[in-house]
């Protein structure tokens, strides 16, 4: 470009000279601004500040402290109960998966069946899934009857596909997919070279993986098994399609309180469980944060 | 070996429930009865269930294209104009990742409340709620088709020849951004279509609610349902990753392969989204 | 120049986008010759047939929690629709008494609100102020009890709380105590949340009548819950007719009329009722005092209450609150009446106080006792 133009070019980029400009192009960016205040910062506002008021509008701690009943710190223990096993199930099975992927050819077919799959399955959660679970191992359900029909009863003890147990195998069915996405790029950073050199200098796989790989990867691992635990936690789809009554995990109290008439008695408790989920999340993906960062500096 | 042992395993874990819905979908009506398709064919038969397929796919296009609206003017605006705001703008578009839908929605009952009595009582309303879930994902799949032009010298360019701020837009950002823009809509309909939360809760019978519903009544129609929007996610995410390797070079490919594979693995554990 | 086009275009996207959501929501029912919203009964309206017209005028009506195979109902549903030719939005078929409510607080000033509801009694009760006082054409016919003096909520139908249950998968049941066995681990359920549907509620009610507790003391039927979760039995999945027959829910505290329809689906369903908890319920029907369709919300109260609608639901084994007087005049339907559901023990009914108090309590202590 001519300087001539140059100058005709940042001449346009202004179109009124002085300090006006700066206030006019603000507007460009108002749209979106006002949007995400209504729709995402006046809900937690509202979050905040209902979980401290009582029925009539008065300010109370006394939401905050009913979260430390029995029944709802047993919901919340059953909450990280579910989510911390169902992380390290994905976690552990989604990392092998990701290896085996990854030691293949990178443009082969069964890379990017598995990886199309693993989006696919990541995403199929909710109303969907709890019914595919029923359809597997329900009552009625085909793997049920195929092994009972030879002889094992996996009912025997009672039916736990409703209770932590159920829940938490169903939770590993996407755990595991989001796995495979979320650490492939970790585990295709190990280049070969370094396997090479581990063995030039006469070292075998366990020297590879004590001291070479597992360190590089370690900090990714625990960030998307981080990643995994947010995400069970968070969960609540898949568990009301499949237990429609009782507050199993926290999500199903929230929900309870929304809609039940106690939760019209205590409208604050249901905002301030709400309130209490997010805090968890939150300091969850912080930790995911500062994880991700450490692995993507070597990463690139 | 390990290889081989591992990818076994882990394809019949997954593939033997899908299996068994479409076993479950295509039983009859009593033990001894044969294999039919009623319950694919009370898909259709079943009011509730289309009205809900319609306003979910009403409420997919709504929200996409609102995405699109909002969303791209005003990153490429904030990447041409006040490159300090882009981090703030990251920042806002990634809170709703670390908000479980669970807990946003209780914020949300009284404006919807509001919104029902004073605007429109409409299942479409909901596109606003869904616009903000779909915000993080959009943000990547758009963040990244940005980084791979040159958006300043293009647009300087543009406008340099008379170009108006319309076809600067229309004509010269959209067409390079054309893998981004499918991927962002993509997944911004697939999240549509798979939530649960929101509807639920806010008294509205989009297409996944009406799943749960009818599983109430009749679990056969239900499943067959499942089964049938679990192909169309299918087909669509295969449509993504075709297109995601066609335009950019290979080595931004795999730049954008690294943030797309993030947003995609974050949008699959959209935390508490469809889940 | 270039600003301005800017905003006006976002300006235009904006508009369009708030314009495609709004296209979604309809008008409101129309107006009709007769004020059908403040209609205290059919002559206020000018007769019958001016609110059949009214009511064709409004073209539709909106229900909700009507499951086609409870007393019935779908029967009832398409007798109305083919005798008036309304269209019949049936919403939330599983919802409980709560949810109807509910629906009508989070709904209200939308043309989506219920436009009736069908809910029990202490639900009835606590929320009065939401409805609209109707007398029906066979008003002198039913008892002073079991209606609201201006027609707030007026009882329709009602039957006796058992225990339904498949006898090839569980033992025959004797005594309420027998579900605490082992034989039926994750295998007892209720047919809601008692504290959002009525008939969970008085199922609640059964268990505590029949373990030492009283209608005025609901605790025990609370206490015997948290044994049966503690034990494994109780399966916290909502029982209805699908459960039922996919098997998941072989045991079933409900009504009695229900468990004639799961006879259908289930050939060897029976149904135990406790000779010493001979629990009696009524549900109740009222009016959305701002119903989207006033005059078809008042048609349709009036033909439930005719012999045809109380007659349909006896043939869902329901006994109809105008029953002593149809059998008296003979417009019964003497088949559907003989194939009643019989039952052995004393009929006790929750007045409306105990109804209200029982479900104060299961509201404040079922999270504990159950999570």
Not at chain 2, 224 to 241: D, G, Q, T
Request: aromatic share 10%; hydrophobic share 50%.
């Amino acid at each position: 470009m001519t300087a001539a133009g140059t100058a005709a070019v940042t001449a346009a980029g202004r179109p009124i000279a002085g300090s006006r400009r700066l206030s006019l192009s603000w507007v460009g960016l108002v749209p979106f601004f006002i949007y995400v205040a209504l729709f995402l910062f006046l809900p937690t506002v509202i979050l905040l500040a209902g979980s401290l008021a009582d029925k009539d509008g008065n300010f109370t701690l006394s939401n905050l402290t009913t979260i430390a009943e029995p029944y709802l710190v047993k919901s919340f223990a059953a909450s990280m109960e579910i989510s911390a096993v169902s992380a390290l199930v994905g976690a552990v099975a989604g990392a092998l998966l990701a290896y085996a992927v990854a030691t293949g050819n990178p443009r082969g077919l069964l890379r990017r069946a598995v990886t199309s799959a693993a989006g696919v399955l990541a995403q199929f959660g909710g109303v969907t899934l709890a019914f595919a679970f029923i359809a597997t191992v329900g009552v009625t359900g085909f793997v049920y009857e195929f092994v009972r029909d030879r002889g094992v009863d996996l009912y025997a003890n009672g039916v736990w596909l409703y209770e932590l147990p159920g829940l938490t195998l169903i939770y590993t069915y996407f755990q595991i997919p989001l796995m495979v996405i979320v650490f492939l790029p970790a585990v295709d950073g190990i280049r070969p070279q370094w396997r090479e050199a581990t063995e030039s200098l006469g070292g075998g796989t366990w020297h590879y993986w004590r001291y070479v790989a597992g360190p590089l990867l370690a900090p990714s691992f625990l960030g998307c098994a981080l990643l995994l635990f947010a995400n069970a936690f968070s969960a609540y789809a898949t568990a009301a399609a499949l237990i429609t009554q009782g507050g199993l995990i926290v999500p199903l109290q929230i929900a309870n309180l929304l809609t039940s008439e106690t939760g019209r008695a205590q409208p604050g408790l249901a905002k301030a469980l709400a309130l209490a989920m997010i805090v968890v999340v939150l300091l969850v993906m912080a930790l995911y944060t500062v994880l991700q960062r450490r692995t993507s500096n070597w990463l690139r | 070996m390990f290889r081989v042992v591992v990818l076994v395993v882990m394809g019949g874990f997954f593939l033997v429930p899908i299996g068994a819905m479409f076993e479950f979908s295509t039983r009859g009506n009593s033990v001894t009865a044969p294999r039919n398709l009623d319950a694919w064919q009370n898909i259709v038969k079943t009011p509730d269930l289309t009205d809900a397929i319609t306003a979910s796919l009403e409420l997919a296009a709504i929200t996409t294209v609102a995405m699109l609206v909002l969303l791209l003017p005003t990153m490429v605006w904030v990447r041409l104009r006040f490159q300090g705001l882009s981090r703030v703008v990251e920042f806002v578009c990634l809170i709703p990742l670390t908000v479980p839908a669970i807990a946003l929605v209780v914020g949300m009952v009284p404006i919807y409340r509001w919104l029902n009595i004073n605007f429109s009582s409409s299942i479409l309303t909901l596109s606003f709620a869904y616009l903000v879930l779909v915000l993080p994902y959009s943000y990547r799949a758009l963040d990244a088709g940005l980084s791979a032009i040159d958006l300043k010298t293009l647009s300087e360019a543009a406008r340099s020849l008379g170009a108006g701020w319309r076809t600067v837009m229309l004509r010269i950002v959209v067409p390079n951004m054309s893998t981004a823009i499918l991927n962002a809509s993509l997944l911004s309909v697939a999240l549509v279509l798979g939530e649960f939360t929101f509807a639920n809760l806010l008294a509205y019978e989009n297409l996944q609610v009406a799943i749960a519903y009818v599983g109430l009544v009749d679990a056969g129609t239900s499943i067959a349902v499942a089964v049938a929007s679990l192909l169309f996610a299918f087909i669509l995410l295969m449509i993504l990753s075709y297109f995601g390797r066609r335009q950019a070079p290979l080595a931004k490919a795999e730049e954008a392969d690294f943030q797309l594979g993030q947003t995609i693995g974050l949008s699959g554990g959209l935390i508490g989204r469809g889940r | 120049m270039r600003l301005r086009s800017l905003t006006r275009h976002l300006g235009v996207a904006l508009v369009a986008f708030v314009v495609a959501t709004a296209c979604g929501a309809s008008s409101g029912g129309g107006t009709a010759n007769c004020d059908a919203k403040s209609a205290k009964s059919a002559a206020d309206c000018g007769g019958m047939d001016a609110l059949v017209a009214a009511a064709k005028k409004e073209g539709t009506l909106n229900v909700i929690a009507l499951p086609p195979d409870w007393a019935n109902y779908g029967a009832v549903i398409d007798g109305f629709k083919a005798k008036y030719g309304l269209k019949v939005n049936s919403a939330n078929p599983n919802g409980s008494s709560q949810e109807e409510v509910d629906a009508i607080k989070q709904l209200s000033g939308t043309d989506r609100a219920p436009d009736v509801v069908d809910v029990g009694m202490k639900v009835a009760l606590a929320n009065t102020s939401l409805f609209a006082p109707y007398k029906v054409a066979g008003w002198a016919d039913i008892l002073d009890g079991q209606k609201e003096a201006t027609g707030v909520w007026v009882q329709d139908y009602g039957g006796f709380m058992g225990i339904g249950y498949d006898s090839t998968k569980v033992p025959e049941i004797k005594s309420v105590q027998d579900l605490l066995g082992s034989q039926f681990k994750s295998k007892v359920a209720l047919a809601g949340d008692p504290t959002k549907s009525n008939q969970a509620l008085n199922g609640v009610i059964l268990a505590s009548v029949a373990n030492g507790g009283s209608l005025d003391d609901v605790s025990k039927g609370v206490d015997f819950f948290h044994q049966l979760k503690l034990k494994g039995n109780y399966v916290p999945i909502i029982g209805t007719a699908a459960t039922v027959k996919a098997g998941t829910t072989p045991v079933l505290f409900e009504w009695d009329y229900l468990s004639t329809s799961h006879g259908k689906d289930v050939a060897t369903w029976k149904i135990f009722v406790p000779q010493n908890a001979t629990i009696g319920g009524y549900y109740a029907q009222a009016i959305n005092k701002d119903a989207p369709h006033p005059a078809a919300a008042r048609l349709w109260e009036e033909y439930l209450y005719s012999n045809d609608g109380q007659n349909l639901w006896l043939k869902g084994g329901a006994r109809p609150v105008r029953q002593a007087a149809m059998e008296k005049s003979g417009k019964i339907d003497a088949t559907a009446a003989a194939a009643l559901p019989k039952i052995t023990g004393t009929p006790q009914f929750p007045t409306q106080d105990q109804q209200t108090k029982a479900g104060d309590y299961v509201g404040a202590h079922w999270s504990q006792a159950t999570s």
